[in-house]
């Protein structure tokens, strides 16, 4: 954990090498993603943890119908992964899905550059906690520069609910009160999700830069269920401008991913898949 200093304000956030985003539930803690940043600026979504590993991943359009929702078939778009992937956003706004020497880097966009970014920059949605990889009581706590796990304690019962978590790209000057005297603001910070229920979001920065200009908040919040499957994993980011994802009269683009992909076989056959062809290419973890 670092700080950086703005006036008489400053603004704390986790800023390891690797921070690992859990979730207790009842008796229950699990490990769903992992957020980390390169030295360039780059920021990726890891997520390991879980159980089912072959989805459909995708660059996905929004028709611009005037429509204030719309459905999209990401059979139109997609193509079928059997490995687990890692969200990247460069600074130059590139945005992909990959994973080193087990997929391809083919399904990209041009997003947002992230100075140029300003809040919603993904969602993570959950459904069936009990498919992830559960948190390691001596391993998965604390905060070092090198590691850091973070943890939303979520109240009621895993099985009527959903989860959704969400990562917001903010700039630090937005988050500092203006007349305010000196103070601490983060690493935690007090959210309120869209029916009113207070809750804690973490910030987090790069370890990289000395002086950051921009934060991650990550919040969690119950939803709805999904669907009647039992356990999903939904992605959804590198998202076009916002003042275009917000006009529906114009054709709007994103990345998304959805495990498990159901009939994955023939999916495969009819979309094709970005698995590296092991054959030829060593395996190598991310």
């Not at 969200?87 to 140029?116: M, N």
């Not at 959950?126 to 559960?134: M, P, R, S, T, V």
């Not at 943890?151 to 000057?173: C, D, M, Q, V």
Request: net charge neutral.
């Amino acid at each position: 954990m670092d700080e950086s200093t703005p006036q008489t304000v400053r603004v704390a956030a986790y800023r390891s090498k690797q921070i690992i985003i859990t979730i207790q539930w009842g008796a229950a803690r699990r490990k769903t993603f992992q957020v980390f940043f390169r030295r360039d600026g780059s920021l990726f979504v890891a997520f390991p943890y879980f159980r089912n590993r072959t989805g459909i991943l995708a660059a996905a359009t929004i028709a611009g119908n005037g429509q204030t929702t719309s459905q999209v078939n990401l059979e139109a778009f997609g193509k079928i992964a059997s490995h687990l992937v890692k969200y990247s956003h460069h600074p130059d706004g590139r945005a992909h899905f990959s994973q080193d020497g087990r997929v391809r880097t083919e399904i990209k966009r041009q997003s947002v550059p992230l100075d140029a970014q300003r809040g919603h920059i993904f969602s993570v949605l959950i459904q069936g906690l009990q498919a992830f990889d559960a948190a390691d009581d001596a391993k998965d706590v604390g905060s070092s520069p090198k590691r850091t796990t973070l943890t939303f304690e979520i109240p009621g019962a895993p099985e009527a609910n959903a989860l959704k978590l969400i990562g917001r790209w903010l700039e630090i000057s937005t988050l500092l009160p203006i007349g305010q005297a000196e103070s601490i603001i983060g690493p935690k910070v007090p959210t309120q999700d869209r029916t009113g229920r207070q809750q804690i979001g973490f910030l987090l920065a790069s370890p990289y830069d000395e002086l950051p200009q921009h934060v991650l908040l990550i919040t969690c919040e119950l939803i709805p269920r999904l669907c009647p499957e039992p356990e999903v994993m939904l992605f959804y980011g590198g998202f076009d401008a916002r003042e275009i994802m917000d006009d529906t009269t114009q054709e709007a683009g994103f990345l998304t991913f959805l495990y498990p992909a159901s009939d994955a076989d023939e999916l495969k056959k009819r979309l094709g898949t970005i698995d590296w062809d092991s054959g030829r290419c060593r395996d190598a973890n991310s």
